[in-house]
């Protein structure tokens, strides 16, 4: 069985070697396997391999990771882009058989989601560990909260049959807060429900800028698997 790291590593330098063209506008996804794209494109930008990259960073940590390395970044603001992207690549906490995912590991799902919503092509890297009957079987979904609405929403939250926790940060006392300001709520959902509808209800809570249920923009998947090979499912 191959080790996690280098499933990483190969699933982001197959997903840029595969499906990055000269002149994309490419959003970059946030989290461990994710930067592994990053760090191909800029390798491939320094060896003369590929041109004319405009890279939209979904978090913070992207951004910055993707400045050192020398990537050309932007934000959608830019004109150059004009709100629109060829192609995002970023990583999933969960994904069911109908392509919906669970993001927000890391914090980033509101960014995530207007960059991945922006692009033409979503294209989802993942191992298979991350391949689930249901969404939350192994992973919460982060709901990202300003606040001033934090009870609001949690008491909103149960009142939908939900499990709700707020997410502390691990080397600093007290809760995470994203790059926007706000705190993060994770919620499991015991027992099955529709995907886009939870979605919808979700975002329709006052105080609520985003949740982590993807299902609005079907991905491409390139998921990793045991023997450390590299599986391409298109859009079902």
Same mark, same amino acid.
């Given at each position: ?71 050309? *970044? ?6 150059? @882009?004009?709100?629109? @992207? ?24 509101? $960014? ?30 982060? &709901?990202?909260?300003? &606040?001033?609405?934090?009870?609001? &929403?949690? $008491? ?23 790059? @926007?300001?706000?705190?993060? @709520?994770? &919620? ?11 979605? $919808? ?21 390139? *998921? ?13």
């Amino acid at each position: 069985m191959a080790e996690q790291s280098d499933v990483k590593r190969t699933l982001g330098t197959s997903a840029v070697d595969r499906f990055v063209k000269d002149g994309m506008r490419l959003g970059l996804g946030t989290g461990s396997t994710a930067i592994w794209v990053a760090r191909r494109v800029a390798e491939r930008l320094a060896d003369g391999s590929l041109h004319g990259i405009s890279a939209v960073a979904t978090s913070l940590q992207t951004d910055l990771e993707a400045r050192a390395l020398g990537i050309p *970044v932007m934000t959608l603001n830019d004109s150059k @882009l004009s709100g629109e @992207l060829d192609l995002t690549i970023d990583g999933a906490d969960e994904v069911d058989p109908g392509f919906n995912l669970i993001k927000g590991g890391g914090g980033a799902l509101l $960014k995530e989601k207007i960059v991945a919503y922006a692009s033409r092509k979503l294209l989802i890297i993942v191992d298979h560990t991350k391949l689930s009957a249901r969404l939350c079987d192994r992973f919460p979904i982060p &709901v990202e909260v300003v &606040v001033d609405a934090l009870e609001t &929403v949690k $008491k909103r939250l149960r009142d939908l049959g939900g499990e709700v926790t707020l997410r502390m940060a691990q080397r600093k006392a007290g809760p995470v807060v994203t790059d @926007l300001g706000n705190l993060l @709520l994770d &919620v499991s959902f015991a027992g099955s429900f529709d995907p886009a509808e939870r979605e $919808k209800e979700l975002k329709l809570i006052p105080g609520v800028l985003e949740n982590g249920l993807f299902t609005c923009k079907t991905p491409e998947l390139l *998921v990793g698997l045991a023997d450390g090979g590299v599986e391409h499912r298109p859009r079902p």
